[in-house]
């Protein structure tokens, strides 16, 4: 079993670069994880950015990949079904489980059709990089209810 997470552009914040760290670090106990990125579009106009780093992103993407959107529209679960949630796709999935962060403006419709599944972590709207950092802890819980390791009260 592999995670992926995979955003767009390089956290700028070097608060949240380090809290983001410190998790997936964490997180590598349990799982073989990595964090990929594309790089964030430079075009003035939100859909067409929107566009180019949908296409960046479905070029790092597999056939048998298990696709995860991270949009505030998305199912939410509290950390105990988040838990449950995440080891039945990790069981039942052949390839890879893959995170998916958007840039500033979201997510391509591209993107949104290749998606297996929608994860809300908040009905607000956050930035990508805190997104980044609640996912990375997220998932490094769900890892130690699972795993019945003294972390999650």
């Known amino acids: 079993m592999k995670i992926i997470i995979l955003s767009v552009g390089k956290a700028k ?12 670090k964490r997180l590598r106990a349990f799982v073989s994880v990595t964090m990929e990125t594309v790089p964030e579009s430079k075009d003035s106009l939100p859909l067409r950015k929107m566009e180019k780093e949908g296409g960046a992103l479905l070029k790092t993407l597999r056939e048998r990949d298990f696709v995860v959107t991270l949009e505030e529209r998305g199912e939410r679960f509290d950390s105990q079904a988040f838990s449950g949630w995440l080891q039945a796709i990790l069981e039942g ?20 059709r290749r998606s297996d599944f929608t994860l809300s972590l908040s009905p607000m709207t956050m930035p990508h990089e805190l997104c980044l950092v609640v996912l990375l802890e997220q998932v490094y819980r769900a890892f130690t209810i699972m795993r019945g390791v003294e972390y999650h009260h």
């Open 13 to 24: 914040d070097d608060h949240a670069a380090m809290m983001a760290d410190r998790y997936f």
């Open 93 to 112: 999935t052949p390839g890879r489980v893959v995170m998916v962060i958007g840039g500033a403006f979201g997510l391509s419709e591209e993107i949104r």
